[in-house]
C-alpha cells in the first residue's frame, strides 16, 4: 500500500462524510430513516480517539515514508521522546517523577487526555497555533486557546514567534512576578473571548505581550468561561422556549378529562409519564385562563422534548448514558436539565454539543420555513458553523458521531421525531 492509499486511509472526516451520504441516499432512508441512522451509527462510525489523532500527526509528520501499518507502539513513542529532546521539552509542565516514556504511552492509547497535554505537545512536537487548534477542536472536542487564560496565551504567543519551551518559562515567571500594569486598557472589554482573541492576535512582541497579560491581572477575578459561547447559549435556549411555548399553546382537545384519558391510552408506556405531565400542566394552565410564555418553559420541559424517548426511572430521571447502545459513539452527549442548569447558572461552560443540540431543536420545528430537507441541511450546516467559529470551537466535525448523526436526522422528512426514534432504539435490549 502507497503512502497516498495510507493518508487516505487517515481521513477519518471523508470516511464519515461517505458514511452519511450513503445512508441518507439509501432507498431505505424515507420509509425507515431511524433504521438506517441506527446501524450507521453502530455499524460505521465510531469515536475516535485522542491517541489516534495523535498517532496520525505523527506519522504525516515525522514518518510518512515508512510503512504506517508496521509502526509499533514503540515507534510512536520514540519519536516523541525524540522530538521532545530536540526541542528541550519536559515531560510535564508540573515536577514529576513519572517518565517520559509512560507518559506518552498513556497519551497515544487513551480516548481523551487533559487540557494541558496539548500545550505540552505543542512545544514537544514545534506545533504551530493552527495545529494546537486542531487537536484541541478536534482531538479533545473543546474551544480553541482561551485567549482569557494567561497560561495559554502565553503558549500561543510562543507558538507563534517560534518559541521553545523554554522561552515560555522565562514569560510565565515574569508574568507571575510583576504586578498588574495601573495604565492597562480596560479589563472589562476582555469579557468578550472574540475581543480578547484579537488583542492578543495582535501581539507583535514581549513587551506588547506583557501588557496585554498585566489586563489579565488586573481582572484577576474574571472568568474565563466563554461569554460569547455563553450568549450564543442564551439565543438558541430563548428561541427553543419559545418554539416549546407555542407548541404547547396548539392543544386543546386534550385538556378535557375524558379526551385526555383516551390520548394517554394510545400512548406507549415510555412516553405514558411524559406526555400526561405535559398535558396537565396546559389543561391548568388554561384553567386559569393563561396562556404559555418562554418564561413558563422550565429545563425540564428542554429535557422531555428533546430526550423524549429515552427511559427514566421512577423519579424521572433520564437512564443512565451506559444502558445506550451509542453510548461509546455518542460519549454521553444528552442534553439533560442537570446540565442546563448547570450552564444557566454559569457552574460549567458551554460546549460544540450544547449549541449544536439546540441548534438542532429549533430547525427540527421549523419545517413549514424548510421544506426542501436539502435546503434545511445547508442552512443548518452555515448557521452551526458560523455560530461555532464565531465560539472558536472549530466548525462541524462530521467525524464526531454525534454531529453525523444530527445532520443526518436533519435531512429526514421529521428531523426531532428520527432524532427520538434512534435513541429509543439505541436504548432497546
Known sequence: MGVNDIINDLEYTDAAWESLYDAVDSNAFIEEDAEVIYGSLKNRLRFITFGEYLKRYLYMKFANDKDFYSLELSDYQAIIKQAFLENSTPQSFEPTTAKLSALSKNWLTQQTVKRRVVFLLGFGLKMDVEDVNTFLTKALREPEINPKDPFEAICRYCYEANLGYKDFLRLWEIFTQSAPDTVAVDPSILD??????????????????????????TKANMSRMSVTAYIEFMKLYDKAREKIAADYNMYEDELHDSALDAYIGKLSNNDR???????????????????????????SDIEHVICAAIPTDRHGNLTPNKASKLNAQFAGRRFSRQRISEILQRNSDVNRFDL???????FSQSLDEYPDPKKRFMD???????????????????????????????LSLDPLGTYADVWELSYEK
Do not use: H, W
Open 380 to 410: 443548518f450546516l452555515d448557521s452551526t458553523n458560523d455560530m461555532l467559529e464565531k465560539c472558536f470551537m472549530g466548525g462541524l466535525y462530521v467525524q464526531n458521531p454525534y454531529e453525523c448523526f444530527v445532520l443526518m436526522c436533519i
Open 356 to 362: 449544536i443540540t439546540l441548534n438542532f431543536f429549533i
Open 192 to 217: 468578550r473571548t472574540v475581543i480578547a482573541r484579537d488583542l492578543l492576535s495582535a501581539v507583535s512582541d514581549e513587551e506588547s505581550l506583557m501588557v496585554y497579560l498585566s489586563t489579565l491581572k
Open 273 to 299: 409519564l411524559y406526555d400526561y405531565q405535559k398535558l396537565q400542566r396546559i389543561r391548568k394552565f388554561r384553567n386559569n385562563k393563561r396562556i404559555f410564555t418562554k418564561d413558563d418553559i422550565t429545563e
